[in-house]
């Protein structure tokens, strides 16, 4: 679905659009980003196809994280939305690196994690990142997220096995941490 346009304090959130696969396809084969992604076999016109598949899906939602004078920094993304259990995927990356720990993923996590409750009514977002990823692991945890439990070795990259570790955040326990 195309996601609504979403506004903070530093961040806009825009719907991700086909324009926007180049400066993805370069986020992506970025090394120092990528070390914390799990990209599969990337390419400009597959990253393309996608934006337009997943734009006509019912279970999903992406945005681009923009701030001052439209400066794309990252994205971010509700996935594998299921309508009956009311649980949704959110998945992150702030493909700008000289932007990294200074709170824009934490900020966009909250206005996203907002829609996904209050507007969409549903109940649980989970996510998994990999163990080696301290700083993301960090900024879910501010968010609210609470470590759910470890899926030992479940991905090969760069020759080596990493544990991913599975995160998760209840409705309850979001309205409770952003009491107005």
């Given at each position: 679905m195309i996601a609504p346009i979403l506004k903070g304090n530093r961040i806009i959130l825009k719907p991700i659009a086909s324009k926007h696969a180049a400066v993805r396809y370069r986020w992506y084969t970025d090394p120092k980003v990528a070390e914390y992604q799990d990209f599969l076999d990337v390419s400009l016109?597959?990253?393309?196809?996608?934006?337009?598949?997943?734009?006509?899906?019912?279970?999903?939602?992406?945005?681009?994280?923009?701030?001052?004078?439209?400066?794309?920094?990252?994205?971010?993304?509700?996935?594998?939305?299921?309508?009956?259990?009311?649980?949704?995927?959110?998945?992150?990356?702030?493909?700008?690196?000289?932007?990294?720990?200074?709170?824009?993923?934490?900020?966009?996590?909250?206005?996203?994690?907002?829609?996904?409750?209050?507007?969409?009514k549903l109940n649980r977002i989970e996510l998994d990142v990999f163990s080696k990823n301290i700083g993301a692991i960090k900024c879910y945890q501010k968010c609210g997220f609470e470590k759910e439990g470890v899926k030992r070795k479940a991905c090969f990259k760069n020759g080596k096995f990493y544990d991913l570790i599975l995160m998760g955040i209840l409705r309850e326990e979001w309205q409770k941490k952003n009491k107005s």
């Open positions: 016109k597959k990253l393309r196809n996608s934006i337009i598949k997943r734009r006509r899906s019912k279970d999903y939602f992406g945005w681009m994280i923009s701030i001052k004078h439209n400066r794309l920094i990252g994205e971010i993304q509700l996935k594998r939305i299921n309508f009956n259990d009311k649980v949704g995927e959110l998945a992150i990356n702030i493909g700008e690196t000289e932007f990294w720990g200074q709170g824009y993923a934490s900020e966009a996590i909250k206005l996203v994690s907002k829609f996904f409750f209050n507007r969409l």
